[in-house]
């Protein structure tokens, strides 16, 4: 991966848990870490549900390996949150990570 691709500054970011100091379970969710990647749109579609129009994207990140990325993470790209639904090293050679997301439906 040529690092001229990365244009595209995002955040991973960690569903929450746990207790903050006063006991009380966490709502928000933390920032793992902040990798430059490549944004690929690779499909979209249209939904009609509860006589409502809903769009869902669905997008591949490429980003420098790193560990501990997982499916229950989130991505946030220019102010959209996008779900993580896989995690993959394609070449298994621990270079680039491909993180297939989906956006639209939900917000993580």
């Known amino acids: 991966m040529q690092v001229g691709q990365l244009r595209h500054k995002t955040a991973i ?5 746990g207790q ?3 006991g009380n379970p ?12 490549k944004k ?3 499909s979209g579609r249209e939904l009609f549900a509860a006589q409502a129009a809903q ?3 669905t997008t591949r990140f490429r980003i420098r390996y790193r560990t501990g990325l997982g499916s229950k993470m ?4 220019d102010g ?12 298994g050679r621990k270079r680039e990570l491909q993180l297939m997301c989906s956006s639209g439906l939900n917000n993580g």
Do not use: F, G, H, K
Request: with cysteine; net charge negative.
């Open 80 to 91: 959209v949150i996008y779900n993580i639904e896989a995690v993959l090293d394609r070449d």
């Open 20 to 22: 903050d100091d006063d």
């Open 13 to 17: 970011q960690s569903p929450p848990s």
């Open 55 to 57: 769009s869902e994207v």
């Open 26 to 37: 966490r709502t928000e969710w933390w920032t793992v870490c902040q990798p430059y990647a």
């Open 74 to 77: 989130r991505l946030v790209c």
């Open 40 to 42: 690929e749109d690779l």
